[in-house]
């Protein structure tokens, strides 16, 4: 089973509070432990179960391209061995106001790499709630949105409030453990001969880093265009444009 998120979402601590151990590094900062996709295997209810434990997006130390390499490579050569999974758990903290842009747009990248076909094997794990009522509040929130859960909803997959307890995190995996093993989209597209950037996954996360650089270059017009701006400033937007156009690049060489 693959447990996915963005960076902090609890991923980690998740994998060692379903084994009983502490097998895996944690911490409380905001970049991932977790460099490596880790598999660590534990006995529920008498059946061996793998976790896959992989980094989170938005680590400030590594970029999305990186990441989603490091993953899609991980998937690859899982398939490549005759390894399917059962079921996929998705962890996304709900403790903001609102759904912000950054969620939305890594949970359209997290669609793209499951694809629809896997959906009704995704538990999505709602994180870091102050109350089981701001929780259900949240996720109905989310479920009502077709361009955040709701058309993973619609297709199966099940929305849950994951309260960090041993008990909560074991019926999401023996829910999962009912399902029979499957491949997911990505795994399909580059078994099919497909490079990272003809993937869904790959030309979504380049759509979305095409859209920064065009924010990007509107605020540096504007920028350009105020008296009191500095050389310094300018330049910083200009190299953050510039690494944007790297990833793509980078993208483009692929696993």
Not at 228 to 241: C, F, V
Request: proline share 2%; charged share 30%.
């Amino acid at each position: 089973m693959q447990v996915i998120g963005v960076t902090g979402a609890g991923k980690t601590t998740f994998v060692n509070t379903v084994t009983g151990e502490n097998s895996l590094e944690t911490n409380d900062d905001v970049d991932s432990v977790t460099q490596e996709a880790v598999s660590i295997t534990c006995s529920i209810d008498g059946k061996s179960v793998t976790l896959i434990d992989t980094p989170g997006f938005d680590d400030r130390q590594r970029t999305e391209v990186d990441i989603l390499k490091l993953v899609a490579k991980h998937l690859m050569d899982t398939y490549s061995s005759g390894t399917y999974l059962n079921g996929v758990v998705f962890l996304q903290p709900i403790n903001q106001a609102r759904v912000g842009a950054s969620e939305a747009s890594r949970t359209r990248l997290f669609k793209k790499l499951l694809g629809d076909q896997a959906f009704h094997r995704v538990i999505i794990g709602g994180t870091m709630w102050t109350s089981r009522e701001d929780a259900e509040r949240k996720i109905e929130q989310r479920k009502n949105r077709t361009d955040i859960w709701g058309d993973m909803v619609q297709q199966g997959a099940t929305p849950v409030a994951y309260d960090n307890t041993r008990e909560g995190a074991l019926t999401i995996i023996r829910a999962l453990m009912e399902h029979q093993p499957g491949k997911l989209l990505i795994q399909e597209e580059l078994a099919s001969g497909k490079s990272l950037l003809e993937t869904s996954a790959g030309r979504e996360l380049e759509k979305q880093k095409g859209e920064d650089i065009a924010k990007l270059r509107e605020e540096l017009r504007d920028l350009k265009s105020d008296k009191e701006a500095t050389a310094a400033e300018i330049q910083h937007l200009k190299d953050k444009i510039y690494q944007k156009e790297e990833e793509i690049m980078e993208l483009n060489r692929g696993c």
